[in-house]
């Protein structure tokens, strides 16, 4: 079963220090995994996307790690602001399909940025 | 704004009531989704539309009539719906179904509450 796990599933840290979010997934097979910050009240906005080959990507703060062999990527966020807080999903692609029922959504982690 | 827009953002409902939700996009996308989200759950997919046809119905109730009349606006009718219809229901657009990547654009949301 296709399946997007995320921890935890909230986090409070201080402003200004660092924090990294997990995820594990068991979709198969595998075409790219995008994480995205949903805001309180908003709509999900694209971070990054990694697919197959890439084992890094940047987007400012915020840094994606992705190990296709261990089916785990994780989001680092450097020097925490405020703003930063969020709810942070990770989402998974499944390839050979154009169904939008191959893509699948985690939980989200409730990320509380404290002053 | 994302370029794509949702109306009502809220919207509080008697299980009697027929309402509508609305999802307009700017973007020159093809596909259009409806998502339900959940607190603490992973968003549902509920309905798909490419080029102004519903490509994919995930299994919802029929008190949810989904209505695309082209390829920049689609509408969810809502009547007879039960409290735990109460979520967030998210509208995206993308290029198109097709597009491997699924490069979604998330509207804002409508908060729906059934009372």
């Known amino acids: 079963k296709n399946q997007v796990e995320q921890s935890p599933q909230s986090l409070i840290i201080l402003e200004g220090k660092n924090c990294t979010l997990q995820?594990?997934?068991?979709?198969?097979?595998?075409?790219?995994l995008r994480w995205y910050k949903q805001d309180t009240g908003r709509g999900p906005v694209s971070l990054t996307i990694?697919?197959?080959?890439?084992n890094t990507k940047s987007n400012g703060r915020y840094t994606a790690t992705l190990d296709a062999d261990t089916k785990q990527s994780s989001l680092h966020i450097t020097a925490s602001q405020l703003s930063d807080s969020a709810s942070y999903i990770c989402?998974?692609?499944?390839?050979?399909?154009?169904?939008?029922?191959?893509?699948?959504f985690g939980s989200g982690t409730r990320l509380s940025i404290r002053p | 704004e994302t370029g794509v827009t949702q109306t009502p953002r809220h919207l509080v409902m008697g299980m009697t009531n027929k309402k509508s939700l609305k999802c307009e996009q700017h973007?020159?996308?093809?596909?259009m989704y409806w998502y339900k989200q959940s607190a603490k759950k992973p968003l549902e997919l509920m309905f798909v539309?490419?080029?102004?046809?519903?490509?994919e119905n995930n299994s919802v109730p029929s008190r949810f009539s989904p209505e695309c009349p082209n390829s920049s606006h689609l509408f969810l009718h809502l009547h007879t719906l039960q409290p735990e219809d109460s979520a967030l229901y998210l509208c995206?657009?993308?290029?198109?179904?097709?597009?491997?990547?699924?490069?979604?654009?998330f509207g804002s949301g409508t908060r729906l509450t059934v009372v």
């Open positions: 973007l020159g996308h093809n596909a």
């Open positions: 995820c594990n997934y068991t979709v198969s097979p595998f075409s790219n």
């Open positions: 995206a657009s993308s290029q198109d179904t097709g597009s491997r990547n699924y490069g979604y654009t």
């Open positions: 989402v998974v692609s499944a390839s050979g399909y154009s169904s939008a029922s191959k893509i699948i």
């Open positions: 990694m697919t197959f080959s890439e």
């Open positions: 539309y490419n080029f102004k046809e519903q490509t």
